[in-house]
């Protein structure tokens, strides 16, 4: 069973969007999206520095816009058995598994990244990754210093959040049994209790949609359980931006499932990365430019077989 993931905030990096837009069709699809959420895509995704793409507001759609593109390019979805996304990438994936429109979901994220840019800004916060460590003394550690597991992400990577002050102060005095503490390029502690202000601007913004049932097992970040209808996936999307991202769970459930291979979409690496820690001997394809399309294809082509 092949499983689509779709990566969160972070994995953007600069002129990551460039060959994607040599496929057929990808530069007008980009410039219709840009046109209707008021943000120049093939902009920052080309030419734009890693300052201006660290921005929230950018970021998000950015990572969305790419990861549909590179979801079109793999053709029909019919081979996937299951997709998930972590954090925003909980949109595409979304999309892909035909709850949202592709149209739709670029307008909910764009509202999204704003609404979360905006509350980022009442606080200087931030988030670090913790490497290594037994999970419940990293817990315990991060809660100590006032700090929030953001993204328990299994294969010994957990995501503090909080203020810059607590993310100092993490840096300093690490967890013990943990090899060390890495900044994130994040605009916000997001994931926590300081999104709460844009729960309720997508709340408003989710009476708009009109979500389908998920057409593929679409396996939620939020508890790792495969959810079947759209309202509930789009009340998990509107509820996960200031709740901890479980994505351990949802690897586990990609185990249960009868997982043997995964693809991730652009702008890969994060998570087909954690895969080959935690699902150790499944096959896992990252698409980081469309030269990776022919590894997908041929993982696809096993598959199919």
């Known amino acids: 069973m092949l499983v689509l993931?779709?990566?969160g905030q972070g994995a953007q990096t600069p002129g990551f969007l460039t060959p994607w837009?040599?496929?057929?069709?990808?530069?007008?699809?980009?410039?219709?999206?840009?046109?209707?959420?008021?943000l120049d895509l093939a902009?920052?995704?080309?030419?734009?520095?890693?300052?201006?793409i660290r921005d929230t507001a950018v970021a998000q759609p950015l990572?969305?816009?790419?990861g549909l593109l590179s979801a079109s390019a793999l053709g029909p979805r019919g081979a996937f058995g299951a997709v998930a996304g972590h954090s925003v990438g909980e949109i595409t994936a979304a999309a892909y598994a035909g709850v949202l429109s592709d149209a739709d979901a670029l307008s909910f994220v764009r509202t999204r990244g704003l609404a979360m840019a905006e509350a980022a800004a009442v606080t200087e916060t931030g988030m670090a990754a913790v490497l290594g460590g037994d999970q419940a003394?990293?817990?315990?550690?991060?809660?100590?210093?006032?700090?929030t597991p953001a993204n328990i992400n299994g294969a010994g990577q957990i995501v503090a959040a909080g203020t810059m002050e607590q993310i100092d102060a993490l840096v300093a005095e690490k967890p013990e049994g943990s090899m060390k503490v890495v900044a994130l390029k994040v605009a916000g502690a997001f994931h926590t209790?300081?999104?709460?202000?844009?729960?309720?601007?997508?709340?408003?913004?989710a009476q708009a949609?009109?979500?389908?049932?998920?057409?593929?097992?679409?396996?939620?970040?939020?508890?790792?359980?495969?959810?079947?209808?759209?309202?509930?996936?789009?009340a998990r999307l509107v509820g996960q931006v200031a709740n901890p991202v479980r994505w351990d769970l949802c690897m586990e459930t990609f185990g249960e499932l009868g997982v043997t291979g995964i693809i991730e979409l652009s702008p890969g690496g994060t998570l087909t990365g954690l895969a080959k820690r935690a699902l150790k001997g499944v096959p896992s394809v990252a698409l980081k430019t469309p030269d990776d399309l022919e590894k997908a294809a041929a993982l696809l082509a096993e598959h199919a077989v």
Not at 27 to 38: L, M, N, P
Not at 193 to 205: D, F, I, Y
């Open 5 to 7: 993931v779709a990566p």
């Open 21 to 38: 837009l040599d496929l057929p069709g990808a530069a007008d699809r980009v410039a219709a999206w840009s046109d209707a959420i008021g």
């Open 43 to 52: 902009h920052y995704g080309t030419k734009a520095d890693a300052d201006e």
């Open 63 to 66: 990572l969305v816009a790419a």
């Open 137 to 147: 003394v990293v817990v315990a550690h991060l809660e100590k210093l006032g700090l």
């Open 193 to 205: 209790h300081h999104m709460a202000p844009a729960v309720a601007t997508l709340e408003k913004a």
């Open 209 to 234: 949609l009109a979500p389908a049932d998920p057409e593929l097992k679409y396996v939620s970040n939020k508890d790792g359980r495969v959810v079947t209808t759209g309202a509930d996936v789009v």
